[in-house]
């Protein structure tokens, strides 16, 4: 009977310290709305401190011009990429939380943050830039393979649908008295947005002059 109470306070003294370890297991941290809200607002105007890192005249993804020749500019320079990149990475994990509380909560402006984040014109070279470059080509070797040089605008606009952007101009020289002193010949140049979705996407564009495709060029700026 002893040794019978005995194994009984032994095994209610395991439970009970099983237990106490469960009492103290750390509780799982919850992010606050209003947290996501601060990172989602400070990640998605990260670009504008990498704007102020950046030194002047040189582009982010090192398009136009080159690289800056002085080391502490390089520096800078990819300071500001970082920056930007980082930022970026947040903003969108950030989205995607509130996203996600959004559609669980019916909220609508939640859901939309990750669009917020994607349509940003500073973050949109950093996932977009390599295929809007890749879809220029794929214009351009299209152009040559089917010889659009000589062909009507009907028939252009049958190839590549309507323009995003019509102009036409005359290219002319004037000097300091405002007397023309050099005038080409007149042309229309049609360009195509091939990711219309793309603020900072280049062009493909194409050239007539009397009616006829003179040139097209892809990936203009």
Same mark, same amino acid.
């Given at each position: 009977?002893?040794?019978?109470?005995?194994?009984?306070?032994?095994?209610?003294?395991?439970?009970?310290?099983?237990?106490?370890?469960?009492?103290?297991?750390?509780?799982?941290?919850?992010?606050? %709305? @209003?947290?996501?809200?601060?990172?989602?607002?400070?990640? !998605?105007?990260?670009? /504008?401190?990498? $704007?102020?890192? #950046? *030194?002047?005249?040189?582009?982010?993804?090192?398009?136009?011009?080159?690289?800056?020749?002085?080391?502490?500019?390089?520096?800078?320079?990819?300071?500001?990429?970082?920056?930007?990149?980082?930022?970026?990475?947040?903003?969108?994990?950030?989205?995607?939380?509130?996203?996600?509380?959004?559609?669980?909560?019916?909220?609508?402006?939640?859901?939309?943050?990750?669009?917020?984040?994607?349509?940003?014109?500073?973050?949109?070279?950093?996932?977009?830039?390599?295929?809007?470059?890749?879809?220029?080509?794929?214009?351009? %070797? @299209?152009?040559?393979?089917?010889?659009?040089?000589?062909? !009507?605008?009907?028939? /252009?606009?049958? $190839?590549?649908? #309507? *323009?995003?952007?019509?102009?036409?101009?005359?290219?002319?020289?004037?000097?300091?008295?405002?007397?023309?002193?050099?005038?080409?010949?007149?042309?229309?140049?049609?360009?195509?947005?091939?990711?219309?979705?793309?603020?900072?996407?280049?062009?493909?564009?194409?050239?007539?002059?009397?009616?006829?495709?003179?040139?097209?060029?892809?990936?203009?700026?």
């Amino acid at each position: 009977m002893m040794k019978s109470f005995r194994t009984m306070r032994l095994r209610l003294s395991a439970t009970s310290r099983l237990s106490l370890i469960a009492d103290v297991r750390p509780q799982e941290m919850k992010i606050t %709305d @209003r947290t996501l809200w601060i990172v989602f607002a400070v990640a !998605t105007l990260s670009p /504008i401190l990498a $704007l102020a890192v #950046k *030194p002047v005249h040189y582009s982010f993804y090192m398009f136009l011009p080159a690289t800056p020749d002085t080391v502490p500019e390089r520096l800078l320079l990819i300071a500001a990429d970082i920056i930007l990149v980082a930022g970026f990475i947040i903003a969108l994990i950030a989205a995607a939380a509130l996203a996600r509380r959004g559609l669980r909560e019916k909220r609508l402006l939640r859901v939309i943050c990750p669009v917020v984040v994607l349509a940003n014109p500073l973050h949109q070279p950093i996932f977009l830039e390599s295929l809007d470059t890749h879809m220029n080509y794929r214009w351009r %070797d @299209r152009a040559e393979q089917m010889g659009i040089v000589g062909k !009507t605008p009907d028939e /252009i606009r049958h $190839l590549f649908g #309507k *323009p995003s952007y019509e102009r036409t101009v005359t290219p002319r020289m004037i000097d300091r008295s405002g007397k023309v002193t050099w005038q080409g010949e007149t042309y229309t140049g049609w360009d195509y947005h091939v990711l219309p979705f793309y603020w900072m996407g280049s062009k493909f564009q194409v050239f007539f002059v009397d009616g006829k495709v003179s040139n097209f060029e892809a990936n203009d700026d």
